[in-house]
C-alpha cells in the first residue's frame, strides 16, 4: 500500500501570506496525485487534479506541482475563507489519502 | 452536473449491519467509478472500496474485506455501502464520491455504533 505523509499537520497563517503544503508517496505514483479542501462540515472539495491541474472555478492562489513521490500544494495570498483542512490522495494504486494539514488564520 | 444524494443518519447497535446508499441525480450512474471514503470524528479520510457498475467490478481495501460489500443497482442509478459486525470504531461520516479522482461528493451519511 502507498503510503502519503503530508507535512506540517497544521499551520498558522495570517491573511496575504502563502503557505506549502508538502505531500511524500512511499513510491512513485507519477503524477496521480490530487488535492482537496474540506472545511468544517463539509464534503471534500477537489481543489487540484493530476498534481498540478487546477479544477474550474479554483481561485488562482491555489497551485499544484511535483511528480514521482514528492508534491507541493501552495496557497498564495491566503484569504479567511482558505481555512480549512487540505489532504493529498493518490490514485496510481488503489487510492490513499495523506493524515491532512489543517491551515489556521490567524 | 450531477449530484450524489446520501441516505439519512443511522444509529447501529454493536454487532449489527449498515447499508447506505448513493444516489446520482439524474438516475443514470452512466460509465463512472464510484468511491466510499470514511471518515471517523475529527481524523481524516480513508478510501473504503469502490465499484465500476458498467463493468459490474467492486472491490474494497484490504482492511474491510470480508465486512464490506459494495454494489449499484444501475436502474435506480444508485450504489451501496454494507458494512457488517459493526464495531464502536466504525462511527463515522461514510462518503461516495464520483470517479477515480473523487470530483463529485455526496453530503455524506453519519453511522453511529453505539450500544
Known amino acids: 500500500e502507498i503510503v502519503l505523509t503530508q507535512s506540517p499537520d497544521f499551520q498558522s497563517v495570517s491573511p496575504k501570506e502563502s503557505v506549502t503544503i508538502t505531500c511524500r508517496a512511499s513510491?512513485?505514483?507519477?503524477?496521480?496525485l490530487h488535492w482537496y479542501q474540506q472545511k468544517p462540515g463539509q464534503s471534500p472539495k477537489l481543489l487540484i487534479k493530476?498534481?498540478?491541474q487546477s479544477m474550474s472555478g479554483v481561485p488562482s492562489r491555489f497551485s499544484g506541482s511535483g511528480s514521482g513521490t514528492d508534491f507541493t500544494l501552495t496557497i498564495n495570498s491566503l484569504e479567511a475563507e482558505d481555512a480549512a483542512t487540505y489532504y493529498c490522495?493518490?490514485?496510481?494504486?488503489?487510492?490513499?489519502f495523506g493524515q491532512g494539514t489543517k491551515v489556521e488564520i490567524k | 452536473q450531477v449530484q450524489l444524494v446520501q441516505s439519512g443518519a443511522e444509529v447501529k447497535k454493536p454487532g449489527s449491519s449498515v447499508k447506505v446508499s448513493c444516489r446520482a441525480s439524474?438516475?443514470?450512474?452512466?460509465?463512472?467509478?464510484f468511491l466510499w471514503v470514511r471518515q471517523a470524528p475529527g481524523q481524516g479520510l480513508e478510501w473504503m472500496g469502490r465499484?465500476?457498475?458498467?463493468?459490474?467490478?467492486?472491490n474494497s481495501a484490504r482492511r474491510f474485506q470480508g465486512r464490506v460489500t459494495i454494489t449499484a443497482d444501475k436502474s435506480a442509478g444508485t450504489v451501496y455501502l454494507e458494512m457488517t459486525n459493526l464495531k464502536s470504531e466504525d462511527t463515522a461520516m461514510y462518503y461516495c464520491?464520483?470517479?477515480?479522482?473523487?470530483?463529485?461528493w455526496g453530503q455524506g451519511t453519519m453511522v453511529t455504533v453505539s450500544s
Open positions: 464520491a464520483r470517479t477515480s479522482l473523487l470530483d463529485i
Open positions: 439524474g438516475g443514470t450512474l452512466g460509465d463512472s467509478t
Open positions: 465499484i465500476v457498475p458498467i463493468l459490474d467490478i467492486a
Open positions: 513510491q512513485s505514483v507519477g503524477i496521480h
Open positions: 493530476y498534481a498540478s
Open positions: 490522495l493518490q490514485s496510481s494504486s488503489s487510492w490513499t
